[in-house]
């Protein structure tokens, strides 16, 4: 059972970095890819980024140029940096594995518990 704990969530003025890591419990997930996915009141979660297990990434567009997103597979850890950050950009942050190649639609996900995420003047 994949276990994973997010962390590095807080309140940022509008033009602010913020440093998102997402932890596994088991290196397991090294091998698969993990996505970062946000999620407002009312609304469903959303794909941000993802990183497979060759280090290929893909951003959802809104994000790309400001997001970047990493991993360091000695600590079993997948990384959001987030720079110029903009007040849309509010939201419960989550990571998601599948232990797939791909972080959609799978039968078994297993999710962090999220992280807050606020853009505020």
């Known amino acids: 059972q994949v276990q994973l704990v997010e962390s590095g969530g807080g309140s940022v003025p509008p033009g602010g970095s913020l440093r998102l890591s997402c932890i596994a419990t088991?290196?397991?997930?090294?091998?698969?890819?993990v996505g970062w996915y946000r999620q407002t009141p009312g609304k469903e979660r959303d794909l941000v980024a993802v990183?497979?297990?060759?280090?290929?990434?893909n951003l959802e567009p809104s994000v790309r140029g400001r997001f970047t997103i990493s991993r360091d597979k000695t600590k079993n850890a997948v990384y959001l940096q987030m720079n110029s950050l903009k007040i849309e950009d509010t939201a419960v942050y989550y990571c998601?594995?599948?232990?797939?190649?791909?972080?959609?639609?799978?039968?078994?996900?297993?999710w962090g518990q999220g992280t807050q995420v606020t853009v505020s003047s």
């Open positions: 998601k594995t599948c232990l797939q190649d791909y972080t959609a639609g799978c039968d078994t996900p297993y």
């Open positions: 088991d290196a397991t997930v090294n091998y698969y890819a």
């Open positions: 990183i497979n297990g060759r280090g290929i990434t």
